[in-house]
């Protein structure tokens, strides 16, 4: 019986206490940096796309939402020629992230995703490029490739020295 | 001529408060138990959420009203009805302010007896009507719980009735002007309190319905606006009980002056909304049992013992 009336008690002064909700879209809660939210598609430091089709997202997804297909320009430089995610599928494990060997495939702190049409939640290859070079700053996979892929000459990238003359004796 | 019209526009305007106010009850509940629940409740709609009502209005309105093919259709869509007729019927009686009133029956408080223990009809022929297991249960939960708590209930009241020496409510509220009946019979309120809780069906004493035990109860099967009468129907025996208890035992009406007497009835009936929906918030649900055995060993006994005392100290005085 005290028990009872202590536990009503108790209930009523939760009134005063600090609400636990957040109040959504005008307080917002702190996203971290690396929080798995939407997934974009970045270019690198030449504004030329990341992304070289190499499947291995699509081979990474648990929930096969990517679809893409790879081509290649006239210089040999691999693309994709659409690169499609099906964001009702997605469940942002960030495992595509993971397998991505350059870096194109990134996830950013935005989930504020919601239509009112299931279709409009398949981004294309337009939909999901950015500018920018997401997380990581400087990165150009074609100037540390080995091929030449009109990025970059014969011995002209990065960490990378100017071919031997095998047939020369000079040092 | 002009009369009749006046009394019978008072009566329908009573009726339209009273069922925006029980529909009015399902914001304040809502809001209210989400702040004891440091939560804020519904808030986006309307001021302060409180078109939220409209809301949730309109969408019962529109739901699909579906009767399952195995219920016993005319019971089936008779029981919603039962619960909201006897509730506002025993509403005729309240008197809400010396002028606000539908009737002043010379034996209001057994109109309002025999109006509520015609509303357990409601839960039981609901859950037999349904034909579903959970649906019985709940109704056999109904009337176990009812032969349990009418009892103490109708006793806990006759303390006020040898007190004021009248059944009518009028009566009742006059004979507290000096003092308040709250004070005289303390144990008569907290019985009658405890037996309003089983009758409005709401926690602790929701056991018909006992959402984690039996779906919902007697209404497992209702849809759309047949549950939107038992649902209506709920806040308005919450309303109901909190008016009876302001007017048998905190003086009705009755108030300082600088108020008119309907504001007192109202702040003291939500006030009494308020402590419902507390208990609602803080409080287990017993077992079906135990109810009872608190009904029939504990609670008939003291208040036998306090008509006894109340009628012994009655007639030592006078």
Same mark, same amino acid.
């Given at each position: 019986?005290?028990?009872?009336?202590r536990?009503i008690?108790?209930v009523?002064l939760h009134?005063?206490h600090?609400?636990?909700?957040?109040?959504?879209?005008e307080k917002k809660?702190?996203l971290?940096?690396?929080?798995r939210?939407?997934i974009?598609?970045?270019r690198?430091?030449?504004?030329?796309?990341?992304c070289?089709?190499?499947?291995l997202?699509a081979?990474?997804?648990?929930?096969?939402?990517?679809s893409?297909?790879a081509?290649?320009?006239e210089?040999g430089r691999?693309y994709?020629?659409?690169?499609r995610?099906?964001?009702?599928?997605?469940?942002?494990?960030?495992y595509c992230?993971?397998?991505?060997?350059?870096?194109?495939?990134?996830l950013i702190p935005d989930?504020?995703?919601?239509?009112?049409?299931?279709?409009n939640?398949?981004y294309?290859k337009?939909?999901?490029l950015?500018?920018?070079?997401?997380?990581y700053?400087?990165?150009?996979f074609?100037?540390?490739?080995?091929?030449?892929?009109?990025?970059?000459?014969?011995?002209?990238?990065e960490?990378e020295?100017?071919?031997v003359?095998v047939?020369?004796?000079m040092? | 001529?002009?009369?009749h019209v006046?009394?019978?526009l008072?009566?329908? @305007? *009573?009726?339209?408060?009273l069922?925006?106010i029980? @529909?009015?009850?399902i914001?304040?509940?809502?809001r !209210?138990?989400?702040?004891?629940?440091?939560r804020?409740?519904p808030?986006r709609?309307?001021p302060?959420?409180t078109? %939220?009502?409209?809301?949730?209005?309109?969408?019962?309105?529109?739901?699909?009203?579906?009767?399952?093919r195995f219920?016993?259709?005319k019971?089936?869509?008779?029981?919603?009805?039962? =619960?909201?007729?006897?509730i506002?019927?025993?509403f005729?009686?309240?008197p809400f302010?010396?002028?606000?009133?539908?009737?002043?029956?010379? *034996?209001?408080?057994?109109?309002?007896?025999?109006?509520?223990s015609?509303g @357990?009809?409601?839960?039981?022929?609901a859950?037999? @009507?349904s034909?579903?297991?959970?649906s019985?249960?709940g109704a056999?939960?109904g009337?176990? %719980?009812?032969?349990?708590?009418?009892?103490?209930?109708?006793?806990? +009241?006759?303390g006020?009735? =040898?007190?004021?020496?009248?059944f009518? !409510?009028?009566? =009742?509220? #006059?004979?507290?002007q000096?003092r308040?009946?709250?004070?005289?019979?303390?144990?008569g309120?907290?019985i009658?309190?405890?037996a309003g809780?089983a009758?409005?069906?709401?926690?602790?004493?929701? *056991?018909?319905e006992?959402?984690?035990?039996?779906?919902?109860?007697?209404?497992?099967?209702?849809?759309? !606006?047949?549950?939107?009468?038992?649902f209506?129907?709920?806040?308005l025996?919450i309303?109901?009980?909190?008016?009876?208890?302001?007017?048998l035992?905190?003086g009705?009406?009755?108030?300082?002056?600088?108020?008119?007497?309907i504001f007192?009835?109202?702040?003291k009936m939500?006030?009494?909304?308020?402590?419902?929906?507390?208990l609602r918030a803080?409080?287990?649900?017993?077992?079906?049992?135990? #109810? !009872?055995?608190?009904?029939?060993?504990?609670?008939?006994?003291?208040?036998?013992?306090?008509? #006894?005392?109340?009628g012994? +100290?009655?007639?030592?005085?006078?």
């Open positions: 019986m005290f028990s009872n009336l536990s008690w108790i009523f009134l005063f600090k609400r636990v909700t957040v109040q959504y879209p809660a702190y971290p940096p690396r929080w939210g939407r974009v598609l970045t690198d430091p030449d504004k030329e796309e990341r070289v089709g190499c499947y997202c081979a990474a997804c648990p929930v096969d939402c990517i893409l297909q081509t290649e320009d210089n691999r994709p020629e659409f690169f995610i099906n964001f009702s599928r997605c469940i942002f494990c960030g992230e993971e397998a991505c060997p350059t870096n194109a495939i990134q989930f504020e995703m919601g239509e009112y049409n299931r279709q939640l398949v294309e337009e939909d999901l950015i500018d920018g070079q997401g997380k700053h400087g990165y150009n074609y100037k540390v490739a080995g091929i030449d892929a009109g990025v970059k000459g014969k011995g002209e990238g960490n020295h100017t071919p003359d047939k020369k004796l040092p | 001529m002009g009369e006046s009394y019978v008072s009566v329908i @305007a *009573i009726l339209l408060v069922v925006s029980a @529909a009015g009850l914001w304040l509940e809502r !209210m138990l989400a702040l004891w629940q440091d804020f409740g808030n709609v309307g302060f959420g078109l %939220q009502v409209v809301a949730d209005m309109i969408k019962i309105f529109f739901k699909e009203d579906w009767i399952p219920a016993d259709k019971v089936f869509i008779l029981a919603p009805t039962i =619960i909201m007729i006897t506002l019927m025993s005729a009686i309240i302010s010396p002028e606000i009133g539908v009737v002043d029956f010379n *034996i209001g408080l057994l109109f309002f007896l025999a109006m509520s015609l @357990a009809y409601s839960v039981v022929l859950g037999w @009507a034909n579903n297991k959970y019985l249960l056999m939960r009337s176990a %719980q009812m032969i349990s708590y009418e009892v103490f209930m109708g006793l806990s +009241l006759m006020v009735v =040898i007190l004021s020496g009248t009518s !409510m009028r009566g =009742i509220v #006059l004979a507290q000096t308040w009946f709250f004070i005289p019979q303390f144990v309120f907290v009658f309190f405890i809780i009758e409005a069906h709401r926690l602790p004493f929701d *056991i018909p006992a959402e984690s035990e039996l779906v919902a109860g007697y209404h497992s099967e209702y849809s759309g !606006m047949k549950f939107g009468m038992f209506v129907g709920e806040y025996g309303t109901l009980i909190s008016a009876l208890i302001t007017t035992f905190f009705g009406w009755l108030g300082f002056h600088f108020l008119p007497p007192w009835f109202l702040i939500f006030s009494f909304i308020l402590v419902f929906i507390l803080s409080l287990p649900r017993p077992r079906y049992d135990q #109810l !009872m055995s608190i009904g029939w060993k504990i609670l008939l006994p003291i208040s036998l013992l306090n008509i #006894l005392i109340t012994a +100290l009655v007639l030592y005085f006078h």
